[in-house]
């Protein structure tokens, strides 16, 4: 019988695998590292070369813009062959790409060419290939189990910043670079290469009756459906605005008066809400219709940004819109995944995720470096945050646009 099966209760599920979401939540911190800590790197680069912020995370935006172009390969690979030999590589490859932008010397092509192996080093360890692995062998508490995972981006979200300010105070950004990649490494390598396994990873036999035993759309059916291009406009809307404003959150407060540290640490409180809104939305999710969860929780970021425009030199306005980014970005994810699970099914989940991941990765990669050039052209961040109230309700209202959908554990319903 597949994993996915319907007979399995949640308890069944995690006892027999109770440590693959863990080992997946730090695999899939490990593909936002260059994400979530380049913060507190933007303002030293940019001072010690005399860059432009645009300039400083312009690498960023190339990264991002090669995931999104490898997404659907990778996760049509995914479905072939498994996600375990691509999540083991790519930590590796990820975090000595990581540490080599240490070696920057402030020429701008040397600058690119090191994001260019960043990008390449990142693509085996995107979204795609954590998730899969969790949605093979959880079905009943498919929610939770995605939560967990993706609150591997929380941990990295509350950590990255405060380890990179702390590096980066005592041996300059050049040297704190290649110390956090190491400290990474050797967290996360050791707890995937022993935990780290999909449905789809054992033995090839057993792999090929659990793929044939998925239920779902084919790419074709899914790329073609209404339901698809709903979410791929929710997902460019969405990430195109919170990324940016994750990445640009330490910069926004010092622009208000916060000191640099004081900053990280009220950063810090984003990675902190982000793991209570992640489990509170799986458990949501398990219970209520997944599309009405992410319109409600898609709506948070804007009072947060709404809080930083009336009240933004205030450590309380700024510590509240920290804890509502947080608990939607704790949400943003789960609720693309689960939704695509549960309107199409497992049958060629890679493959149809990777292509949200691609609209995701957009907007991750265009999102940041908007935010820099309307601080780049206006001086100050208040027309970004306009921005982001506005989209925020546009993916809010697409999502609660969604029909009920038609599956639900892998199984089509009636």
Known sequence: MAETGTAMTAGAEWRRAPILPIATGL???????HIYGLGPYIEPISQSFGWSRTQTTIGLTLATLVQALFSVPIGLMVDRLGPRLFGLVGVVLTCAAFAMLGTATGDKTQWLMLWSLLALATLPVQATVWISAVATRFAASRGLAFAVTLCGASLAA??????????????????????????????????????FRGAHDRRAKVALVERQALEGATLAEGVRSSIYHRLLLASLLFTFTIIALVVHFVPILTDRGAE????????ALVGIFSVIGRLAT??????????????????????????????????????AAAAMTGLTLGAE?????????????????????GGLLM????????GPLGASALYDATGGYGPFLWLTIALMVASSLTLASLPRPAYANGKPQP
């Open 282 to 319: 799986g458990l949501l999710l398990d219970r209520f219709r997944g599309s009405m969860v992410g319109a409600v929780v898609f709506l948070l970021p804007a009072i947060g940004c709404l809080l930083l425009l009336i009240g933004g030199e205030s450590w309380g306005a700024q510590a």
């Open 158 to 195: 509350a950590l990255f910043p405060l380890l990179g300010s702390w590096l980066i105070a005592r041996h300059g950004w050049q040297t704190a670079a290649p110390i956090q990649a190491a400290i990474w490494v050797a967290i996360a390598f050791p707890m995937i290469f022993l935990f």
């Open 260 to 267: 640099r540290m004081e900053a990280a640490g009220i950063a």
């Open 333 to 353: 994810v789960d609720v693309i995944v689960y939704l695509t699970t549960q309107h199409f099914g497992l049958k060629t989940f890679g493959g149809l995720y």
């Open 359 to 366: 609209a995701l990765s957009v907007g991750t990669a265009t």
């Open 27 to 33: 695999g899939y911190a490990t593909s936002v590292i």
